[in-house]
């Protein structure tokens, strides 16, 4: 009981957490040959969604010059990318279910889906920038020896400044 | 709001409360299923079994250790707290060991490789970097989540980060549609810089290592002078 309690319970330390995730990320790149990236995979269900209603974005800018290059069976929905999205949110619900944790949680009020809204749409059009998030072009990208991870690790810090300043005007 | 071990114990109390129904039967179905899936997917491709099966694991990873990397550049900012900061630099540490071995035997194998051939995420860095990093640390602070923890806390049951969720696809559609824009601005004129090309692969190594120490020890340091919420570790 004590192990299972410790394990499946109670909250794992933050500094087991980070070594997990990071000998995670390094089987990923030794297995498969690609790091871990959160960012692509949204990318693509968004470009699923907007095709699906007429649009065209194989002919924007974008892809001709940064390619994506999906290669033999892959699509916007079946990829890699998505694989790894969807089994990250099974594998947390499978961890509240293991620890009879779930909770559904209904949404507050109208500022706080305007605070969500806005935070995602400027997440995600900033990670179009840094080509990544705080996965892609952070967390993957620092261990990679590549000096975007740097800059983006020293710029999150000015914007999640700016950030507090927002919530603490708004919000508390 | 002000501090994430204030929001942690209001947790802890919501979940006491809500133990009584037993959830036990829906995870061993849960299981059987991913197993299942695990099988199908692997069948399609074998690539997809190990995505499946490192991504299965990297969501309980962050659920159950409540890893957050909003916490970690915020909570140094807001409270003084920057546990989650040195178990991301301990992360660091461990993930730069690991990523140089493995670009050393590709390196080894084959001495003309090209940058885009060495394994890991390169990308080109310049003033877009710095202002996507700003735009995205804005974001993951208002949005209180950022994408990995929106995926988890999706599996988790908030149902406000479906709401971040379809924000981000909307800001990435944006962003992807406006890229010619910043493409000739900013971004044509830019590289990727693979460190290694400049001052060796072992030097590299050597100065991230003691600069990802450094930062530890100042981290530790910092933790202790100004953290409000004292022993939240």
């Keep these: 009981m004590g192990l299972y309690y410790k394990i499946v319970k109670k909250p794992w330390p933050y500094w087991v957490g980070g070594i997990l995730l990071a000998l995670l990320n390094i089987s990923l790149l030794l297995i498969t ?38 290669r033999g069976g892959y699509t916007l929905i079946l990829n890699p990318h998505s694989v790894l999205n969807i089994a990250i949110i099974i594998g947390a619900l499978l961890a509240v279910l293991w ?52 800059v983006f690790g020293v710029f999150i810090f000015v914007g999640a400044y ?5 919530l603490y005007k708004y919000i508390i | 709001m002000a501090s994430s071990r204030i929001e942690e114990l209001k947790r802890q109390k919501k979940m006491e409360v809500s133990k009584k129904r037993n959830q036990i039967p829906y995870a061993i179905l849960l ?55 040195k178990a991301i630099l301990l992360a660091f540490i461990i993930s730069t060991i690991g990523f140089f071995i493995i670009q050393y035997n590709a390196i080894a194998s084959n001495p003309d490789i090209r940058i885009q051939e060495i394994p890991g995420q390169f990308s080109p ?65 830019a590289e990727a810089i693979y460190i290694p090309e400049y001052l060796g692969l072992f030097p590299t190594l050597i100065l991230q290592l003691a600069l990802l120490c450094v930062l530890y020890y100042i981290a530790h340091w910092y933790d202790k002078k100004s953290n409000i919420m004292a022993s939240t570790m």
Aim: glycine share 14%; net charge positive; charged share 10%.
């Design chain 2, 125 to 189: 860095v310049g003033i877009h970097t710095a202002i996507g990093a700003v735009l995205f640390g804005i974001g993951m602070v208002m949005a209180g989540g950022c994408v990995s923890g929106t995926l988890t806390r999706l599996g988790e049951g908030y149902a406000i980060n479906l709401v971040v969720l379809v924000g981000f696809i909307i800001g990435s559609i944006l962003g992807t549609k406006h890229f010619s824009f910043w493409d000739k601005l900013l971004i044509s004129n």
């Design chain 1, 162 to 166: 700016i950030g507090t300043r927002i």
């Design chain 2, 31 to 85: 299981t059987i299923a991913v197993l299942i899936i695990y099988l199908i997917i692997t069948k399609y491709q074998i690539t997809f079994g190990n995505y499946w099966v490192i991504g299965i694991l990297l969501g309980i990873t962050i659920q159950r250790s409540r890893f957050c990397f909003v916490a970690s550049v915020r909570d140094p900012i807001m409270v003084g707290s920057t546990s989650l900061l």
């Design chain 1, 33 to 70: 040959g690609s790091v871990w990236g959160v960012t692509t995979g949204l990318l693509y269900w968004g470009l699923f969604i907007i095709e699906s209603l007429g649009a065209n974005p194989a002919s924007w800018y974008y892809f001709n010059v940064y390619s994506p290059g999906f």
């Design chain 1, 99 to 150: 620890a009879n944790q779930y909770k559904f949680k209904k949404i507050k009020n109208m500022k706080q889906i305007f605070f969500a809204l806005a935070g995602g749409i400027l997440m995600g059009y900033g990670s179009r920038l840094s080509f990544g998030c705080n996965i892609g072009a952070y967390f993957s990208a620092i261990p990679s020896f590549s000096l975007h991870g740097w």
